[in-house]
């Protein structure tokens, strides 16, 4: 059954790394990780996307072990404004078809 | 252009009307999507058209019915909705349907009263 797990919140501190991770035991073998912010009224926004090993942008890291079962989200050095729910996007088989399956959604809280 | 477009922000309708939801994207993106999300839920897909058509219904209620007049255009034809349908309706546009790398507007709050 393909199911795409993350913690349901996290709390921070202004200035400390946050890692996020997100659980896919089933993901499609040629498919991306995709990591996305949202904020209240808003829609989501694309963070960062990997396929393997560690992607890094100029918001974020993306760790992918080997197996690919799992990805790790790192926010270095969070402010105020980086509080939002923080959403992994897995791709699954299913069948012939392709299906996308998003995480809950982790609720960030990022305290002075 | 880097932007997906919703009209409009807010919109309160009671169960007898008729509206639309309007989306438009000039990034050349040939996958556009609408997308259901309740409060502190993720976003729920309900159609995607590629390449003008649509290519996926997630089995949604008739009263909902998609129109994609162009590759930039999409719109949500709105019909009899039931209070449970009170949402914030997302469209969402990328390259083609096999690219994970969504582009949202900010989505229309809808109040079915």
């Known amino acids: 059954l393909a199911k795409t797990t993350q913690p349901i919140s996290m709390d921070s501190y202004e200035g400390q790394e946050v890692n996020i991770t997100c659980s896919h035991n089933n993901i499609a073998t040629n498919d991306y990780i995709t990591w996305y912010q949202q904020f209240p009224s808003q829609g989501p926004r694309f963070i960062i996307q990997g396929y393997k090993t560690k992607v890094t942008n100029e918001v974020a890291s993306l760790f992918i072990p080997a197996d690919r079962k799992s990805s790790t989200l790192s926010l270095p050095r969070v402010s105020l404004s980086d509080t939002a729910v923080y959403y992994c996007?897995?791709?699954?088989?299913?069948?012939?078809?392709?299906?996308?399956?998003w995480g809950l959604g982790t609720s960030l809280a990022v305290n002075p | 252009d880097t932007e997906v477009t919703q009209t409009p922000k807010h919109l309160v309708m009671g169960m007898t009307n008729k509206k639309s939801l309007k989306c438009e994207q000039h990034m050349g993106h040939r996958a556009m999507y609408w997308y259901k999300q309740k409060a502190k839920k993720p976003p729920e897909l309900m159609f995607v058209?590629?390449?003008?058509?649509?290519?996926i219904n997630e089995s949604v209620p008739s009263r909902f019915s998609p129109e994609c007049p162009n590759s930039s255009l999409l719109n949500l034809h709105l019909h009899a909705l039931q209070p449970e349908d009170s949402a914030l309706y997302l469209c969402a546009s990328s390259l083609d349907t096999f690219n994970e790398k969504l582009f949202f507007g900010s989505g229309t709050q809808l109040s079915v009263l």
């Open positions: 058209y590629s390449y003008e058509k649509l290519s």
């Open positions: 996007l897995v791709a699954y088989n299913a069948g012939n078809n392709r299906k996308l399956i």
